[in-house]
């Protein structure tokens, strides 16, 4: 399958800092999707992403797709203590039905 | 409330085992899919259905089976020939024309001793 490279794997911060995160892929990817996952639980999805340059917003998170369509990046600002979670990126290709993730990151908010 | 159910959360299971997860959703979506995660992983794609009584391998369908009888069902076994079969497994799902919008359910996390 696909890789996808996400970045950081973990991040500690405290509350009310803002939070930065990217994931990169060697191939051109038509739509970005990030995802957040509580422990033990499914993912949600928080924001979708279908046009080159889009910026989208969701509350305090920002996404960005990116002019080449080979990367995406999440902003959460002022981090609050339930944002903590895994984030996940994830692209969909031309294969109908198929998206591919990346590892996660990892977020730890300190109060 | 519309949703994705699976069942159980918590699944033990002696090696050499089949064992059958189930995924159940009332959203009417047509898409169904099965995804494994394992700690520190990305979620990796098992097998998925776009209409009934059709279904595609994923990424790393070896030793695992589905079916899709029903649009609303979707249940996955894993076999005894998974050679590393504890993870937790996770079902979505999604309408035809945004395959991209999958919706994931709780999850069933499955211990093999």
């Known amino acids: 399958g696909q890789q996808l490279n996400q970045n950081p794997q973990s991040m500690f911060i405290q509350e009310g800092e803002d939070v930065s995160m990217n994931c990169t892929s060697s191939s051109i990817f038509n739509t970005w999707l990030w995802y957040k996952q509580d422990p033990g639980e499914g993912p949600v999805l928080l924001i979708a992403?279908?046009?080159?340059?889009e910026l989208t917003s969701n509350g305090r998170l920002t996404a960005q797709f990116g002019i080449t369509r080979k990367d995406s990046f999440l902003n959460i600002s002022a981090s609050i203590p339930s944002d903590v979670g895994i984030y996940f990126c994830?692209?969909?290709?031309?294969?109908?039905?198929?998206?591919?993730f990346g590892r996660g990151t990892q977020l730890t908010v300190w109060p | 409330d519309g949703g994705i159910t699976q069942s159980p959360k918590y699944l033990f299971r002696k090696e050499g085992q089949n064992v059958t997860l189930s995924c159940e959703q009332n959203l009417n979506h047509d898409a169904m899919y099965w995804y494994r995660q394992d700690p520190g992983q990305g979620l990796r794609l098992i097998y998925y259905s776009q209409i009934v009584n059709d279904f595609q391998k994923g990424d790393i369908a070896e030793g695992y089976s589905v079916s899709r009888e029903k649009k609303e069902s979707f249940p996955l076994t894993v076999t005894s020939a998974q050679k590393n079969p504890t993870a937790f497994y996770l079902c979505?799902?999604?309408?035809?024309?945004?395959?991209?919008?999958?919706?994931f359910g709780p999850g069933t996390r499955l211990t093999v001793t």
């Open positions: 979505a799902s999604s309408i035809l024309d945004k395959t991209y919008e999958q919706y």
């Open positions: 994830a692209g969909r290709g031309s294969t109908l039905g198929r998206l591919y």
């Open positions: 992403l279908y046009k080159a340059g």
